[in-house]
């Protein structure tokens, strides 16, 4: 019988949660990493038991850890994120020039078609690569020196990549997005990249549809139409159906176009989860309700899930890598908040419950589907 | 033997006590202390220095016999008491945030 891992970053360490494919009975790993800040796990599309794990500290920096048995023993591999040759400046919040520093890793993404082979997404916005199980990066340069990339500044949450998208059916795609310059794709690569946001519109800009410069919160795709992309942008839910060379708002009925996740059913293409919260002044949900909005029709015209989730005074965010599911027969889709529940849906969206209530603040999810 | 006393998540991290004791070329200093704690656990590189340019991390600070050694030379040599393992070399974090 199929079973199901899930895979929690929070602000205190790394949970591992597992269920068979009723998804009632959940057993809970962790912490792992205790008390540092784990923004991301991810588990191998090509084996399932080789995880990575991104732990930081203000303190102490960044740590890449490597799993070969599905979480129950880790290995500290390469941590040494060094910008290629002479990085040069950004701009800073106020539009004056400060350099490129690295931070944190966001996001770790491995290979589709090579095991030993991921992708790190890191603030200050660059692209890593490893071809070694994570013992060595290198920077895949030419995003970072896109002849836009000195006029890319930094959204509330800093400068970061937080979005990396391989393409199943093209191994020289991939796409990223960074807040607050925009989403970008490589047809080569990643050697080299070109923004796509013609159709996103944020008003806070000086110029509403400059080439770059949008806060992007996430991007998803469905593996098996990955030229449709949907985009939760700080306001507006975007869908494009070419790649991302042209954008339109399919944020339709929802009560607020604000948020930070979104995510697609895994066997049904035009099925699209979102999560609205209140506003970029208030990341809560509407009416301190919380609920997972629905869209059947790739955008557009959303219902409101809610059976089993909080309906008075619930006041938590849901950050935009905490969203993921399973890809069972019934879909499963998972959540995860600050207010450190893990939320579980093993009828694509229809009920809900806490796989747990108590963590910290839920940084990531992803989910593995074990056979 | 120099001593040297590592914060809690270091420990951890190294998988080492609170305190470890490392073989340090003389004369030795900071820079030579530190140089050889990473020798030994490779991992700690990068979260006490940065990698590329040695330089300390901002939250952490060094003390040797009740003195603030954060500022001092890294080549300045350690006192008597640390060379013969009668008073540790301790690395702290800054205690701050949440």
Redesign the interface.
């Known amino acids: 019988m199929s079973s199901v891992r899930v895979l929690a970053g929070t602000r205190k360490g790394a949970f591992i949660l597992a269920s068979d494919g009723k998804r009632k009975e959940w057993k809970v790993n962790g912490p792992l990493f205790?008390?540092?800040e784990i923004y991301h796990l991810k588990g191998s599309p090509l084996d399932s038991n080789r995880l990575y794990a991104s732990q930081s500290?203000?303190?102490?920096?960044?740590?890449i850890q490597r799993s070969d048995d599905g979480g129950t023993t880790w290995t500290?591999v390469g941590?040494?994120f060094?910008y290629a040759g002479v990085p040069g400046t950004h701009q800073w919040y106020d539009g004056t020039p400060h350099p490129w520093e690295f931070k944190r890793v966001w996001h770790l993404e491995p290979s589709l078609d090579e095991i030993n082979t991921v992708y790190a997404g890191i603030e200050d916005a660059a692209l890593f690569k490893s071809s070694d199980g994570g013992n060595s990066w290198a920077e895949l340069a030419g995003l970072r020196e896109h002849r836009t990339g000195s006029q890319w500044q930094p959204g509330a949450g800093g400068m970061c990549l937080h979005t990396i998208l391989l393409d199943p059916s093209n191994t020289q795609r991939m796409y990223i997005a960074i807040s607050a310059a925009g989403s970008f794709r490589s047809d080569d690569g990643g050697k080299n990249w070109k923004p796509i946001n013609k159709g996103l519109v944020s008003d806070m800009m000086p110029d509403p549809t400059a080439e770059v410069g949008h806060c992007i919160h996430h991007v998803a795709m469905h593996r098996a139409r990955p030229d449709v992309l949907f985009m939760q942008k700080h306001w507006d839910v975007m869908r494009s159906d070419d790649a991302g060379e042209n954008w339109r708002e399919v944020s339709g009925n929802l009560p607020s176009d604000f948020g930070f996740v979104i995510d697609v059913h895994a066997h049904e293409p035009e099925t699209v989860y979102v999560v609205p919260i209140k506003s970029d002044s208030e990341h809560f949900p509407p009416e301190g309700k919380l609920r997972v909005y629905r869209s059947r029709t790739g955008g557009n015209e959303w219902e409101a899930l809610y059976k089993g989730l909080p309906q008075t005074d619930c006041y938590v965010n849901v950050l935009r890598d905490a969203m993921g599911v399973d890809t069972l027969d019934q879909c499963g889709i998972y959540f995860g908040t600050t207010g450190g529940q893990v939320y579980a849906s093993p009828d694509a969206g229809d009920t809900w419950a806490p796989i747990v209530r108590d963590l910290p603040a839920v940084l990531s999810i992803e989910v593995q589907t074990l056979p | 033997m120099i001593r040297v006393i590592l914060p809690y998540h270091l420990r951890t991290l190294a998988g080492t006590k609170a305190e470890v004791s490392l073989e340090v070329a003389a004369p030795a200093t900071m820079r030579l202390v530190l140089d050889t704690l990473e020798a030994v656990y490779p991992v700690l590189r990068g979260t006490i220095r940065d990698q590329d340019t040695l330089q300390r991390r901002p939250f952490l600070r060094y003390f040797a016999c009740e003195e603030d050694w954060t500022f001092e030379p890294e080549d300045r040599p350690l006192p008597e008491a640390v060379l013969a393992g009668q008073e540790p070399v301790t690395i702290l974090g800054a205690i701050a945030g949440g």
Do not use: D, R
Not at chain 1, 57 to 63: A, E, V
């Open positions: 205790a008390g540092w500290s203000g303190w102490f920096g960044q740590i500290p941590n040494k060094t």
